[in-house]
């Protein structure tokens, strides 16, 4: 399935990511969220990167997942992609989440249109995602592609 749409993504403090990907035209809601992956050595990638194993989650599917490794760059405005070389991290990381969750070949992609912070942020949050009030969060708003997708035949769900 390849979908594109509008994300709304809230970058905690502690670098995981919680959020919704809203599909267009058909405003199909999917929920996003990412947990960062620890660097095993030195990362010569620069400050602003780091890998996310981020989960897609389809509600409408009794709350079916896959999850990929992404890319983030960026502090504050984000962007994702999928990870072209793991130099600096253990390719053993992204081969571990591939063994438990699947090889399937999803293509992520996103691209920070709007910068929320403050003020800005704790409204979008309070309005958006009431369940982060109070972590002090940044909001990232632009477009996400997502490619390959499939939740037929998945057996995973969250638990």
Not at 93 to 121: P, W, Y
Not at 139 to 154: A, C, H, P, Q, T
């Amino acid at each position: 399935m390849d979908l594109e749409g509008i994300a709304s993504i809230a970058l905690l403090p502690c670098g995981s990511i919680s959020g919704h990907f809203i599909t267009l035209p058909h405003s199909v809601c999917y929920g996003l969220q990412g947990t960062e992956l620890p660097c095993e050595r030195e990362c010569s990638r620069g400050e602003d990167y780091r890998l996310i194993k981020l989960s897609i989650i389809d509600f409408a599917q009794n709350k079916r997942e896959k999850v990929v490794v992404v890319e983030c760059r960026g502090h504050d405005a984000a962007r994702f992609k999928n990870v072209d070389h793991a130099h600096g991290w253990e390719n053993d990381v992204v081969d571990m989440v591939e063994q438990k969750h699947g090889k399937q070949k999803i293509s992520v992609s996103f691209e920070c249109d709007t910068l929320k912070a403050d003020n800005a942020a704790e409204e979008h949050i309070k309005t958006y995602m009431p369940n982060l009030v109070g972590f002090d969060a940044v909001v990232n708003v632009g477009r996400m592609s997502i490619y390959g997708l499939d939740f037929e035949g998945s057996d995973e769900s969250s638990k």
